[in-house]
């Protein structure tokens, strides 16, 4: 028998819709082929020769219902169960049997229980900000939101997620107040569902943007979305195959290993930065840094310097210092990918003072002067750096 799988992780709220795609496949001579209960993101079919197949659907599990009370009163009704699938009840007409038509009015848990999912989602990604937060992580309303993953990925897709969280309450707003439960269209269900399973993705991608940042050595980071990824497989493996018991407290210790590990990785080993007071052997081997003598300054006696780097994967800012005797330099340079990017540290920068536009050969350039204190900023196709010195400085 030819067989086909189809997509079928439908909201329990859209129910009737799922049971009229059941039977509008029937009528085509395709038959459930769903042997077990379990979870899944699609569905097995195969050809049947019955024309008298007809389907029944319900959530009464999902809602906690005593189901083999159900189940018997089904049965003498003329319906046989299936399968328990996506928390959809599914039952088929018996061959030679007339079945009864059943009428299933509306329960106001499953509203409870649409507009929990939604909340949770919610509060998980608060819960995501909040550490980061905590961890002076830069986040996408602050003007600094570039120098983060977390912040690149929320300020780039938070607005499709709002979108998406606009359309999902309207929507479940209409159907709580609505006096006509009406058959919802295939298209309407597959939206729907997708927007379900795309925010489970966007919360998973946000919590790997926050390891990224918190976790510097790379070595340690694959080995927790190893151990994530692992995760999400085993629990989804465990909802596939009906054992849902222990999944979500599995899930819960699995996130809450990742993120304590990340938290402790973060505190034990920080970003990429030294200093140093004297010498300072290691100052000729860090990159992205501009040295004295780069800018034709020959200082006396170098007394100490300090390096750090931080950022995202799209931008990097490498903080260097230098005090010399007769002299006090820093500078910032950022490296972006994109000029978008490149844009938005310039507007930044600008936006936090007064600058004035000078020539520059290479590129632009601005200066600007604070008492005894003189600042340049410099652009370069995407490589931005920003100067500061206690003596005046040339710009090429």
């Known amino acids: 028998m ?6 079928f992780a439908y909201l329990p709220l859209d129910r009737k819709g799922v049971e009229a795609y059941l039977n509008d496949q029937a009528e085509k001579g395709w038959a459930l082929a769903a042997e077990q209960d379990g979870m899944t993101f699609r569905v097995p079919f195969q050809e049947t020769n019955r024309t008298d197949l007809r389907y029944h659907v319900t959530c009464d599990a999902y809602q906690g219902e005593k189901l083999a009370e159900i189940v018997a009163e089904k049965q003498v009704q003329g319906w046989r169960p299936v399968a328990t699938i996506n928390h ?7 061959p030679c049997q007339e079945s009864q038509t059943l009428a299933q009015g509306r329960s106001k848990r499953l509203y409870f229980y649409a ?24 986040l996408p309303f602050q003007p600094t939101w570039y120098l983060s993953n977390l ?10 997620f709002a979108v998406g969280s606009i359309y999902y309450l309207l929507w479940l707003g209409w159907k709580c107040f609505s006096r006509e439960d009406r058959t919802p269209k295939r298209s309407g269900m597959l939206l729907r569902s997708g927007l379900q399973v795309a925010a489970g993705v966007w919360l998973l991608l946000a919590l790997v943007a926050l390891l990224l940042d918190l976790v510097t050595n790379l070595l340690a980071f694959c080995a927790l979305l190893l151990f994530l990824v692992a995760g999400m497989v085993y629990g989804y493996v465990r909802l596939h195959w009906g054992k849902t018991e222990t999944f979500y407290s599995a899930i819960s210790l699995i996130l809450a290993v990742v993120l304590g590990t990340a938290l402790l990785l973060s505190a034990t080993n920080p970003s990429d930065s030294r200093a140093e007071v004297g010498n300072c052997a290691w100052r000729n081997s860090v990159s992205d840094v501009v040295h004295a003598e780069d800018l034709d300054l020959h200082p006396n006696n170098l007394q100490a310097a300090s390096y750090e780097q931080t950022g995202s994967l799209l931008v990097t800012r490498t903080d260097y210092w230098e005090s010399w005797e007769d ?20 507007n930044q920068i600008l936006a936090e003072a007064n600058w004035t536009q000078t020539e520059s050969k290479d590129g632009q350039a601005w ?13 370069q196709e995407d490589r931005v750096v920003t100067l500061s010195c206690d003596q005046p400085l040339k710009v090429k």
């Open 2 to 7: 030819k067989q086909k799988k189809q997509w």
């Open 367 to 379: 200066r600007r002067q604070v008492g005894e204190t003189y600042y340049v900023l410099l652009v």
């Open 88 to 94: 959809f009840d599914i039952y088929e007409s018996m």
């Open 115 to 138: 507009f929990r999912s939604w909340l949770i989602l919610l509060l998980l990604a608060t819960a995501l900000t909040a550490i980061a937060w905590v961890n002076q992580i830069a």
């Open 327 to 346: 002299l006090s330099l820093s500078s910032t340079v950022y490296n972006c990918k994109g000029g978008v990017f490149q844009s938005s540290v310039v």
């Open 151 to 160: 912040g690149v990925f929320l300020r780039c897709t938070f607005p499709v």
